[in-house]
């Protein structure tokens, strides 16, 4: 019976077999065209992202439009370049376009897929969402500004103290402002052995999510072989960083419950104190990640923009002026200015807007994936495929910001010095993401560099020595100035003097 009936068994099975492939290839046919790009080699379309990032792609998004593929060895990206795109992909879109590209590295091996910037889990995103907006949204952003102040200020002292260490000072301000917001905790130095490991976490990251860095991630297969056969290098390096990361999570969230169990309940305010009420509700974990992620996100970011409002106050002395008279006129030489002070100080905050804008940060936002198929003006946006925007070209765009490679904060301002509500960007700076990935901390984030300029405005004259060149770190990655000398000098005598006392020093 066996003999006679495995054939026709075998042909009917190979039948529905080859039915259903059929019928799936049916289904994913696409139904448009990729959107055009520069894809020079037929098949692979591009061996690797051009250095300098900014300039081809810039071109290209002149040529191609709103959004264009831009494929690597055969794999499409999708690149939304303009304002328009973002926001008719990325926001309107925001449910098929927020996804997060999957690493298996990252996310699989290192337990990465529930960090608040990556997760791709929604109910797990909508609750960091409403934990974010309780302890940094608009209204609650406020509560950092005492530490943002003070300890911008005494950057700004240290500056002109030692301005051979200015970016140190800086990341030592950022640093204390983070750790001081979130876990009450005073940093005096960089060398403190908390900064110290999370920026080591932070580097490690760096290498953890490169795309291209590990085997694993192209053959997912290979994270089940055991880790003492040869090539098995990332199964090491994810078992050592999960254990390293982890480590950071919880050593600073459990200090604060110990000093609020010595001290029956309360401890110094900060964030992790406020969390930590609403941890029966979302669980430890959620709250760790939400605490450390105010570091871990955003402090080469603050950073990297200071830097570049320094190489800017160097390169345009007259914008540097414009702002200190602005200063001089609204605040005087009594006190140095406040983040209250932000509404009455204009130019300030166009000067702030045009950094972000000028050099931003982020050339392309932290990568989306498609999570279905969409359909962009007869262009197929097919799920699964990464998808960044490209932020170099909208702050670039002509048709926005015209002479857009000049540094003007005046673009942002109306004839009679008020600001303007209607540039883009100016609400949110495209710089801190779209849609449901807009960076939830973006508030805090502005809140640091307006500190940070305004309080060397105010109280220094920056300068560029003869012979120095500001040359530029370009790629996908953050743009900051490389490390220069700079001259710094009090603007006027007792303004040392009268920015110590305002630290209480």
Request: hydrophobic share 40%; proline share 8%.
């Amino acid at each position: 019976m066996t003999a006679i009936y495995l054939p026709s068994a075998l042909q009917g099975a190979a039948l529905l077999v080859g039915l259903f492939l059929v019928a799936h290839l049916l289904i994913r046919k696409p139904t448009a065209p990729l959107p055009p790009g520069p894809n020079p080699i037929p098949l692979l379309g591009n061996l690797t992202f051009p250095e300098p990032f900014h300039v081809p792609f810039k071109r290209w998004a002149d040529e191609y439009g709103d959004v264009m593929t831009f494929r690597i060895w055969g794999q499409p990206i999708l690149f939304v370049n303009t304002r328009k795109g973002a926001a008719e992909v990325l926001e309107k879109r925001s449910a098929s376009t927020g996804g997060r590209v999957h690493q298996v590295m990252a996310d699989d091996l290192c337990h990465l897929s529930t960090d608040p910037t990556r997760t791709n889990d929604l109910a797990l995103h909508r609750q960091y969402r409403r934990l974010y907006n309780i302890v940094v949204g608009p209204r609650a952003a406020p509560a950092a500004w005492p530490v943002q102040v003070r300890e911008t200020r005494r950057a700004a002292l240290d500056i002109l103290e030692s301005p051979s260490r200015h970016m140190e000072h800086i990341r030592r301000a950022i640093a204390a402002i983070v750790f001081e917001f979130v876990y009450g905790m005073k940093i005096k130095s960089n060398s403190d052995p908390i900064v110290r490991m999370a920026d080591e976490c932070n580097e490690r990251f760096e290498t953890i999510a490169r795309p291209g860095n590990w085997i694993v991630d192209r053959i997912p297969a290979l994270q089940y072989l055991p880790d003492w056969l040869p090539g098995t290098d990332f199964l090491r390096v994810s078992k050592e960083y999960k254990a390293y990361h982890m480590a950071m999570r919880t050593l600073p969230y459990e200090q604060v419950k110990r000093e609020m169990a010595r001290a029956k309940g309360t401890a110094k305010p900060c964030l992790v104190a406020t969390l930590i009420e609403e941890e029966e509700k979302y669980g430890e974990d959620v709250l760790k990640w939400i605490a450390f992620s105010h570091y871990s996100a955003g402090a080469d970011t603050s950073g990297s923009v200071l830097k570049t409002f320094l190489a800017a106050m160097l390169l345009f002395p007259s914008v540097q002026a414009k702002a200190q008279a602005e200063l001089d006129t609204i605040i005087g030489r009594e006190h140095p200015p406040t983040l209250e002070d932000r509404e009455r100080l204009p130019y300030c905050t166009a000067l702030v807007s045009e950094v972000l804008r000028w050099q931003p940060v982020g050339p392309v936002v932290l990568p989306h994936c498609m999570q279905k198929d969409e359909i962009y003006e007869g262009y197929l946006l097919p799920k699964g495929t990464t998808v960044l925007a490209n932020v170099w070209a909208m702050t670039h765009d002509e048709r926005d910001f015209p002479n857009a490679d000049e540094f003007q904060p005046e673009r942002w301002l109306t004839e009679d010095g008020k600001l303007k509500e209607d540039v883009p960007g100016r609400s949110i700076p495209f710089a801190f993401g779209f849609g449901r990935r807009i960076c939830p901390g973006w508030h805090m984030g502005e809140a640091n560099i307006f500190a940070g300029a305004v309080a060397l405005l105010w109280s220094a004259v920056l300068s560029k020595p003869e012979g120095v060149e500001i040359e530029w770190v370009e790629g996908l990655g953050p743009v900051h100035p490389k490390d220069f000398t700079l001259e710094v000098r009090p603007r006027w005598d007792g303004a040392v003097e009268a920015l110590r006392a305002s630290i209480g020093e």
